[in-house]
Structure formats: structure tokens, C-alpha cells
């Protein structure tokens, strides 16, 4: 493909997943770019090998190295908000989601005033297929995915469930479309993503360009994996709990692996641009790493927001084998995708801003500030601008530095814990350009600094939108639906 070409297909975003096709893909294809985002959740920063030798994810690894990694990928502090962010381009509390996951039960949605990602994709001509968890709510019909712009949904609603029998907070929870699917019972859920996700994919009319959105379970907890992982990756790891996680971590490689050999065997590849993120950072109470970064999920620490990402376009992207040190939030792929899909580089009324032309030539990029989040529920919030990074309120714990097991011998060092808030003052600045670990808090020495990102982050109040009310519902109970989560109760 020319660069002309590359040009007015406007690919997409972050991930393409590279190998030249030994298939004719010219024929019968569409000059609009694939999209295909892969959403790991809780994946810590070094949970992957390319940061952390000891974790077996050769297909990641090698997509990472020859696509771009985005070293500064910034993502929410946990599961809903993220997934809000990334399908809305708002931040999260602009849609009343800043506090907290939507549990079961919860009658909390991502609003539907406005189209998200796939409403607009399948408005430029795009098949959309969703894979995995949703996790945005379902107390009505309209808030499901295949009422949100997908054409076809094969996962679960709600948060986290067993990989096995699908079962959630005593409710039942697999969904092929908008019927219960029994037929997952007893089948590990990366290796059911995986078979979907090839299946949409061999049956895809490639005269129509295809948008998968493909968001994994794994390393979500529980800890479970198939024993064969473990016994063929992991024995190297000295802590059991950490063993399962990387076994989890290797079956999800295997899965892209799979899935990026479908494209290719298609004649895809060359016209599709992958996106690979976590969602958010790893807990590390669930044996997940974001070494050498602090903190980990539900803190506003880096350890809990940046994220380990990159872009797979090889066919696209003017420097590849390079990573990409600009600022990207998570709200910046939905004006992304749809400029790479040729829908133009500006989306009304969303917070993200588009990257695209920077992310194909490598160049600077147009963000130079994010909210992390700001809860006026819990008196929490953090700006970033340029280098420095202010955080208001009480960082959450755990607020430490965790050293996974397999490398205290490798870094000379052990976990350092800080458990409340004595550790953490109501006010701390970083310069993350000589301090990505947040280990000096340099607010005493910059005083200027400090009251500009005051100013900064109060300007940002006024469009808060309040936390939804967040309470379980009775109406939503599994024993009111045949033992299975359902919409339908509000």
C-alpha cells in the first residue's frame, strides 16, 4: 500500500498488529482502516515482557517492539470509568462515573445522551462486533451493547465472574447477543473470547471495514488458569498466587497470538490497526506488577493509570520499532478512531483530542494536560500538565512500591507498603520527568508550580457532573431472571 493510500485511509489507532499477508488482500477490500482494540484488564505495567523478563508474552512483546509503545498511555484508576472513557471520550466525571465500578446491581449506565464509539464507527460504514466484558451498566435493555452501536455481543455485564461457570455474585452471566448462553459453562472465558473474536473475524464481509472490540476477562481476578499455562510458562515464578497470574497473563498472549494469525490468514493485517491496552493499572493485592511505578489499581498513583499499551501498524505508522513519549488519555482514542476512519479529527462535546496524524508520523503530540480523575466523593482529584503531576486529597492505598517476587534478586530491592494516610500528605506534586516513581514530593520547592495546577484543576469543577447514586437494586436480583443477570429492572 502507498503512503497516498495510508493517508487517505486514516487508519486507525494504537495496536495494529504487524505481519505482511502471504494473502491477496487487495481484492474486494475497503480503503477504510480495521480497528481492532485489545482490552486487557488489570494487566499491571510489568506484567508483560517487554518490561519484565520473566513474563511470557512473546506475541505482545514482539507487536510491541515492532508497532509503537506508548510510554505515556494514560488510562482511569479502575474498571467502569475507563471503559466509559475510552467508548464515551469523556472523562468520567463528566458522566457522574468518578467514584467508583458499577457493581451488580447498581442501576448506573454510562449515559446515553450522546453516541458512543461504535454508534459512530457504524455511522462512517462499519461493521462492530464486541467481544468480552462490558461492564457500563444493564438495568435496561437501552444500555447493552448491542443496543450502544454494536451488532453483535458474545461476553458478560458485569465486572468479574468466575473464568469457568460464568457465575457472578450468585447470578449467571454469559450473553451470546441478547440471550443467555449455557453452552460457556465449564469453558476457560479467554479461550471463548479467543473462538468469537476468529469467528467474527472468518465470517467478516471484507467489503466493509470491521471494528472489533475485543475486551478480555483476563487477568481480571479470580486467579484462574488452565493448569497446561502454568506447567509450559511459570514455573519460574516463586510465589503461587504470582504463578497463576502468570499463567493467565501467557493465555492471554496465546489468544492475540490467534487472533492477529486470523486477520493475517484473512488478508487483514495490512489494512487494520490494532490497539493493546489494560484498562487500568494492576492491583497489586491481586499479585499484579506496576513496577518500578507506585501504587496500584484504584489509586491515582501512576501505578494505577498509566498503562502498558502500544500500537501495532506497521503498514501505517511512519516509525515503527519506537515508542511514543507523547501524552495520550484514554478519551483520545474515540476522536482517533473516528479521524482514522475518516469521520474528520474533531467529535463534539468529549474531552479527548485526536492523535492520529501524530501517532502515524511520530511527532509531538497535542495533549499537554489530563484530569486523572476528580471525586467529589471522596475529596480526591490529580491534573497532570506538561512534566509535573499534582495530586488533591488523600492518595489512596495501597500507595506503596511493589516488587514482584520474580525480580527482588534481579532489582536488589522488596516491596515497600505504605498502609494510610500518614504517608501521604493532602497535597503532592511530582516532576514526572526525573521522578516516574513519585518517591519526592517537591511541593515545598515549588510553590508556583503547585498554585498553577490549583488553578488548573479548579477550572475543571464547575463541569463536574455529581456521582450517580450508586445502591443495589432489588428488582435486579438473579432469582427474578431464572438465576442469570438480566436487564429489565429499571
Known amino acids: 500500500m502507498t503512503s497516498a493510500a495510508v493517508s487517505a485511509a486514516s487508519l486507525l489507532l494504537l495496536f495494529v498488529l504487524h505481519c505482511s499477508s502471504d494473502v491477496d488482500a487487495a481484492q474486494g477490500q475497503t480503503s477504510q482502516p480495521n480497528i481492532v482494540i485489545l482490552l486487557a484488564d488489570d494487566l499491571g505495567w510489568s506484567d508483560v515482557g517487554w518490561r519484565n523478563q520473566f513474563m511470557p508474552t512473546p506475541t505482545l512483546d514482539k507487536m510491541a517492539r515492532e508497532g509503537m509503545i506508548l510510554n505515556q498511555s494514560y488510562v482511569q484508576q479502575t474498571c467502569s470509568p475507563s471503559r466509559a472513557a475510552l467508548m464515551s471520550g469523556r472523562y468520567p466525571h463528566h458522566l457522574g462515573l468518578q ?117 478480555y476477562q483476563a487477568v481480571h481476578g479470580p486467579l484462574q488458569a488452565p493448569q497446561e499455562y502454568i506447567d509450559r510458562h511459570c514455573k519460574h515464578i516463586p510465589d503461587n498466587n504470582r504463578k497463576i497470574k502468570c499463567g493467565m497473563i501467557a493465555a492471554l498472549d496465546e489468544s492475540v497470538k490467534n487472533v492477529t494469525h486470523a486477520l493475517k490468514q484473512r488478508g487483514l493485517m495490512d489494512n487494520t490497526f490494532i490497539l493493546f491496552s489494560s484498562d487500568n493499572g494492576g492491583p497489586v493485592r491481586e499479585y499484579a506488577s506496576n513496577y518500578p ?52 479529527s474533531s467529535v463534539a462535546n468529549i474531552d ?78 511530582y516532576d514526572l520527568q526525573t521522578d516516574p516513581e513519585e518517591r519526592h514530593n517537591i511541593i515545598d520547592s515549588h510553590q508556583t508550580v503547585f498554585h498553577n495546577l490549583m488553578a488548573r484543576l479548579d477550572s475543571y469543577r464547575p463541569s463536574l457532573v455529581p456521582t450517580k447514586h450508586y445502591d443495589r437494586v432489588k428488582a435486579s436480583s438473579p432469582d427474578n431472571f431464572n438465576g442469570n443477570w438480566s436487564p429489565g429492572w429499571c
Open 293 to 344: 511505578l507506585r501504587g496500584s489499581k484504584i489509586t491515582l498513583w501512576e501505578g494505577g493509570t498509566r498503562a502498558a499499551a502500544f500500537a501495532y501498524a506497521p503498514s501505517f505508522l511512519q516509525k515503527t520499532n519506537s515508542s511514543y513519549e507523547e501524552l495520550i488519555h484514554i478519551t483520545d482514542w474515540y476522536p482517533t478512531l473516528v479521524e482514522a476512519a475518516g469521520g474528520g
Open 352 to 429: 479527548g483530542v485526536s492523535q492520529w496524524k501524530n501517532l502515524l508520523s511520530g511527532g509531538p503530540g497535542p495533549r499537554q494536560e489530563f484530569i486523572y480523575n476528580m471525586d467529589e466523593v471522596r475529596n480526591d482529584s490529580a491534573i497532570r500538565r506538561g512534566r509535573y503531576k499534582l495530586i488533591q486529597g488523600y492518595a489512596r492505598n495501597p500507595n506503596g512500591w511493589f516488587v514482584p517476587p520474580e525480580l527482588e534478586k534481579v532489582v536488589n530491592q522488596t516491596t515497600v507498603d505504605f498502609n494510610g494516610h500518614k504517608d501521604s500528605p493532602p497535597y503532592s506534586l
Open 99 to 215: 467514584y467508583n465500578t458499577i457493581k451488580s446491581g447498581w442501576n448506573i449506565h454510562l449515559p446515553d445522551d450522546q453516541p458512543i464509539l461504535p454508534e459512530a464507527l457504524k455511522k462512517l460504514g462499519y461493521a462492530t462486533h464486541m467481544v468480552g466484558k462490558w461492564h457500563l451498566g444493564f438495568c435496561n435493555w437501552r444500555y447493552t451493547p448491542t443496543y450502544r452501536g454494536f451488532q453483535s455481543f458474545y461476553g458478560y455485564y458485569n465486572a468479574a465472574e468466575d473464568y469457568y461457570t460464568h457465575m457472578a455474585n450468585h447470578g449467571y452471566d454469559f450473553r451470546d447477543n441478547d440471550q443467555v448462553d449455557k453452552s460457556a459453562v465449564g469453558l476457560y472465558s479467554t479461550n471463548l473470547f479467543n473462538d468469537r473474536a476468529i469467528r467474527i473475524i472468518n465470517d467478516h464481509n471484507t467489503s466493509q471495514p470491521l471494528f472489533l472490540y475485543l475486551a
